[in-house]
């Protein structure tokens, strides 16, 4: 194909992009460099790839670099690839229009304060666009790899509303993007300048970044010298895979900015292992632990930010088999020495190599968090018990992973002691920051992950009656239960008010017992999944009859049980009223200040849970309540002797749906209903 140049406009939502480009990200300008060498390290990638299966893709060229150069006369910077190229077609849709569908979404998060905003759009990487950061003119040229040369393409744009594309005749493959630098950016038009920016960013790039060397030179008849180009090149960054460094070479800034540069993410990470494995299945895994969940987390089809490579050859990001979903939070590198270069997503599934880097790497995911959260405990218990990290010793995580060499994570590095508890003390809040951002997600893993399930269930922070933060780990619970206790209760809620509220809890608050508050939309089911912690049920104290075993005393129960006995009648009359609402009415000795709640039989779906899937559009059973009363009530008492008697079953009814954050079924029945009583 050829085209005549042509004048094309930028799909709306990228001229939208460019206009906050340049306006927010300006306090950060040199980030363009790094966005750009990116893609063209991406480029050559993407051209290895290809190339497995298509030698002749490298034409005569096999050697994929970069090359950064400048023109001061010019006032231009240009970054070149020998990488896959572009066609004229990639060039107009990759480069005119946004193609990732999560752009979108990420566009209306926009709040229109600057300083916000930069900080999303460095979570999401503006990549290509952030050119215009510093050029008032970008130009384009490029030959996809195997094209011949009279398909080259030139793509020119001031930025604005629209770009221009051109035919042209490009003997050399991969792309060249050329700055013209606007006036407030000259300082990039220096060899030292640059240099310095890239080796900040992107010294880990396994590609080599080439710049033209230069040399002193006196200047003649004693005038003053200056920086002369020699033509020869040289390679200026490290040019070797991070991760495949060994970990004494590779500094604390380095991890952080590759993590950065991997990510998208504006902020550090909270943490990172790094290990190299070996065995029968040997692979590098370089895993880290995000600050902050970006905006899709809760999109399940999201696969991990795993990148996958076999032998550093780049394979393919998002790999979903390297790491189960519940840990989609986690991004990183794996690097395979075993699987085979040309590896599908189908054989990737199928791959016993992969079930054992997947086994390796969720289990470092744990040990990692393990890691946090014991640093967490120890930071909020008065100090006691701080682990020594000035003793240069790594924390061991308690399973280590078979055949691990080498481990490292931040906190094994040799520090002076000052320096380590002033660390420590910046670690000792990690974990609480992580389980805010991915605690929910965490939870999926006691459904998902069976084999680790009492690790998971360890790594569980939830509120309780004594506790308003997320803070209370089971094994804390079970530390603190009753003499004769034998459950760890827990309510699950739409928040945490309605939890703390619940008629409920009134029986365990009066006895002192403590109660975990789950707030999560993913709780009810998750639990599903852990129906015991070290030996102790989990019991909702919102499902079956209440059995408090031990902690009830005899004269208690005797006393409940006449009660019951006597209020028989009045319940047969509360039955029959309610027979369409209720599944049943009993008496209860779990309310003290309510008349009356709403439970489920053990093992059925709650209200609240059923209440949830309806709204979500999906399938839900008819959840038909218990209700139970509190024959000591008034309210209860009044009952027997009303001439309102189906009203007040009613009311009673309604009021403990409503007061566990439910709707009367027909609410304008039930204010009729009060409001008859009240009058
Ligand atoms: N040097 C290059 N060689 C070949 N294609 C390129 C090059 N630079 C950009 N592209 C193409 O343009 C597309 C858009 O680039 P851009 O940097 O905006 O986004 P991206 O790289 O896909 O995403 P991100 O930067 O968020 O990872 C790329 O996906 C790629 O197809």
């Known amino acids: 194909m050829t085209i005549s140049k042509t004048k094309l406009p930028f799909q709306a939502e990228v001229a939208q992009l460019l206009h906050l480009v340049t306006h927010s990200l300006y306090s950060n300008k040199e980030i363009f460099l790094r966005e750009l060498i990116s893609n063209a390290s991406d480029a050559c990638d993407k051209l290895r790839f290809e190339a497995i299966d298509q030698p002749a893709l490298y034409e005569d060229q096999p050697n994929l670099e970069v090359r950064v150069s400048f023109d001061p006369a010019a006032k231009t910077i240009t970054i070149a690839d020998n990488g896959i190229g572009l066609s004229q077609q990639e060039a107009i849709d990759n480069l005119g229009t946004i193609a990732k569908s999560g752009t979108r979404e990420f566009m209306s998060k926009l709040s229109g304060d600057q300083k916000a905003d930069a900080q999303l759009i460095g979570q999401f990487g503006v990549g290509f666009y952030s050119g215009f950061i ?176 076999v ?55 744990l040990g990692m968090l393990e890691d946090l959260a014991k640093k967490q405990k120890t930071g909020s218990e008065s100090g006691e018990g701080k682990i020594d990290v000035g003793s240069g010793e790594s924390v061991p995580s308690p399973e280590p992973t078979e055949g691990v060499t080498d481990v490292v994570d931040k906190n094994a590095q040799p520090t002076p002691a000052a320096e380590a508890a002033a660390e420590f003390g910046d670690e000792s809040g990690k974990y609480a920051k992580f389980y805010a951002e991915f605690g929910a997600v965490l939870k999926e893993g006691l459904g998902e992950d069976f084999v680790n399930r009492d690790r998971i ?48 809890l009134e029986i365990f608050r009066k006895k002192g017992i403590e109660v975990l508050l789950m707030t999560d939309r993913v709780d009810e089911w998750a639990l599903n999944y852990l129906t015991e912690f070290d030996g102790t049920q989990l019991q909702s104290v919102a499902k079956g009859a209440v059995d408090l075993g031990k902690l009830q005393d005899e004269a208690e129960k005797k006393a409940a049980e006449e009660a019951a006995e006597s209020f028989r009648p009045v319940l047969e009359r509360l039955k029959e009223a309610l027979k369409d609402k209720a599944e049943d009415v009993r008496v209860t000795t779990r309310l003290v200040d309510s008349p009356a709640c709403l439970v489920v039989q053990d093992g059925g779906m709650s209200t609240q849970l059923a209440r949830m899937l309806k709204q979500a559009g999906q399938p839900a059973p008819e959840v038909k309540p218990v209700l139970e009363v509190n024959a000591e009530h008034p309210l209860v008492k009044k009952l027997e002797s009303s001439a309102h008697f189906d009203d007040l079953a009613n009311i009673l009814f309604d009021q403990a749906l409503l007061a566990e954050g439910g709707l009367p079924a027909d609410p304008a029945a039930y204010v009729k209903r009060v409001n008859a009583l009240l009058a």
């Not at 001031?158 to 300082?187: C, K, M, W, Y």
């Not at 190299?276 to 895993?287: A, C, D, F, S």
């Not at 690097?335 to 390796?360: F, Y």
């Not at 569980?460 to 804390?476: E, K, M, Q």
């Open 457 to 504: 269930a360890k790594l569980l922070r939830f509120a309780s009656t004594t506790s308003d933060t997320v803070s209370v780990s089971l094994a804390d619970y079970k530390s603190r239960m009753k003499e004769g206790q034998d459950a760890i209760y827990y309510i699950t809620a739409d928040s945490l008010a309605a939890a703390k509220n619940s008629p409920q």
């Open 311 to 365: 032998k550093r050859v780049f394979i393919m990001d998002d790999a979903e088999s390297l790491l189960p979903s519940y840990l989609r939070f986690v991004k990183g590198v794996i690097d395979s020495a075993d699987l085979p270069l040309n590896v599908s997503r189908e054989l990737l599934q199928e791959s016993r190599d992969v079930k054992a880097i997947r086994e390796g790497s969720t289990k470092r995911v």
């Open 134 to 309: 510093v050029a008032d003119r970008i130009t384009v040229e490029s030959r996809r790899a195997g094209l011949p040369a009279a398909e080259g393409v030139r793509w020119v744009s001031a930025g604005a509303g629209d770009f221009e594309v051109d035919t042209i005749d490009r003997p050399q493959r991969g792309t060249s993007v050329t700055l013209h630098l606007r006036d407030d950016a000259n300082e990039y038009l220096n060899a030292w300048k640059l240099k310095s920016v890239i080796g900040k960013y992107s010294d880990h790039i396994s590609l080599p970044i080439l710049m033209e060397k230069e040399e002193w030179k006196e200047g003649e008849d004693s005038k003053g010298g200056s920086m002369v180009k020699t033509g020869e090149w040289e390679t200026v960054n490290q040019a070797n895979a991070l991760w495949s460094r060994a970990k004494k070479d590779i500094t604390e800034e380095q991890y952080v900015e590759f993590y950065k540069n991997i990510s998208h993410d504006y902020d550090a990470p909270l943490a990172w292992s790094h290990n190299r494995v070996e065995g029968n299945t040997e692979y590098t895994q370089l895993l880290y632990i995000p600050a902050k969940a970006p905006m899709d987390l809760w999109n399940r089809d999201k696969h991990a930010g795993v990148k996958l490579y």
